[in-house]
């Protein structure tokens, strides 16, 4: 793809609607390279949110999420069996599930359901459950109970979900705060949301550019979360960041630092450090040649960061932000 094949749109704040912003950084799709189009990330003086602009037209997103955007767990070409693919994601379900631990079983509907993964590992533990994939191109290996669509328009019981999950989806959506409101309505007072995103307060947001752009069209803020949950009867009951469900590691910047010192541009050395088509790219070589003194920095910089990373976390400034919110009784 390239860019004069897609369209760029200026949008709104997507959670607020306030046209006053200020650009904090340009990005590209360094990930895939699905276009070599520059995006604005900027961040909103009302909600204090982050969001691209110009951005893909919604028309031109699906364009961006490549086959392998959905199997980033496995090698090129490789089809693995369920039970290997539910055991190299065996912490992170359990780190999800932990979040309902307290709970009894009941209806749950997970947004992004991807694979069906989550839906499986839940409804092994007695819960009733039922996933929803914008994308009908996903497999489903274990034949879970999944929608495929738009989950704005779908047709659901209003109040009819004990728990909804949104998982890595909201940064992904044109229309975020659309999503939170229905998932309000869908739940049953007292019924509980739980939302993963990315936080905007990181320094892997904010200086590694962390975020998959532009996939990740909004940047969120707890303050932002908050803000809007409330909006729709929805309490904030506890929050975290941590690395326990998806990674946002420090790791890299001591490399990226050394390469730019060296001569890469920013361009260049986000675009190594991004791609998830060569894992040696980055972290041991030097414009393509293996490099003793790239492969010291990267084992340098692990030790470094991982204290750091502890610290951030603790203090709600980890890359990863999750909240579960209540919604109110009446």
């Known amino acids: 793809m390239t860019q004069s094949s897609i369209t760029l749109v200026e949008v709104n704040c997507p959670l607020c609607g306030s046209t006053d912003s200020r650009p904090l ?18 961040r909103c003086v009302a909600c204090g949110c982050g969001y691209l602009s110009p951005r893909p037209s919604e028309a031109d997103m699906a364009r ?36 309902l631990a307290d709970l009894p079983p009941g209806r749950l509907l997970d947004v992004g359901a ?20 914008i994308d009908p191109g996903v497999p489903n290996p274990a034949g879970m ?14 109040g009819s979900f004990d728990v909804i999950t949104l998982w890595a989806v909201l940064e992904h959506v044109y229309r ?8 309000a309505t869908l739940l049953k007072p007292g019924g509980r949301l739980v939302v993963l995103v990315t936080n905007l307060h990181s320094v892997q947001a904010r200086l590694f550019c962390q975020d998959d752009y532009p996939r990740h069209l909004t ?18 009951k506890s929050h975290a960041t941590d690395q326990k469900i998806f990674g946002g590691a420090l790791n ?19 675009a190594e450090w991004k791609q998830i088509r060569d894992p040696y790219l980055f972290w041991v070589q030097w414009r393509g040649r293996d490099s003793w003194l790239i492969r010291q920095m990267s084992r340098l910089d692990r030790l ?9 976390d603790r203090l709600g400034f980890g890359f990863i932000l999750t909240i579960s919110s209540e919604k109110e009784r009446t």
Do not use: N
């Open 25 to 42: 950084f340009s990005v590209k799709d360094w990930a895939f390279g699905c276009s070599g189009a520059e995006f604005t990330l900027r």
């Open 64 to 99: 961006f999420y490549p086959p392998e955007f959905y199997w980033s767990w496995e090698r090129a070409g490789e089809t693995p069996a369920w039970e290997e693919i539910i055991r190299r994601r065996a912490q992170q379900l359990e780190a999800k599930a932990a979040w």
């Open 114 to 133: 991807q694979k069906g993964e989550f839906l499986w590992y839940m409804q092994q533990r007695g819960w009733q459950v039922e996933g929803i994939e």
């Open 145 to 158: 109970p999944i929608h495929y669509g738009d989950f704005l328009a779908m047709d659901f019981d209003v």
């Open 176 to 183: 975020p705060a659309a999503f939170i409101e229905k998932a």
């Open 219 to 236: 940047i969120f803020t707890k303050s932002a979360l908050r803000r809007l949950c409330a909006l729709h009867g929805l309490r904030i």
């Open 252 to 270: 890299g910047g001591l490399v990226y630092a050394s390469k730019r010192l060296g001569g890469y541009s920013r361009d260049e050395a986000f």
């Open 304 to 312: 470094l960061t991982r204290p750091a990373e502890a610290l951030l």
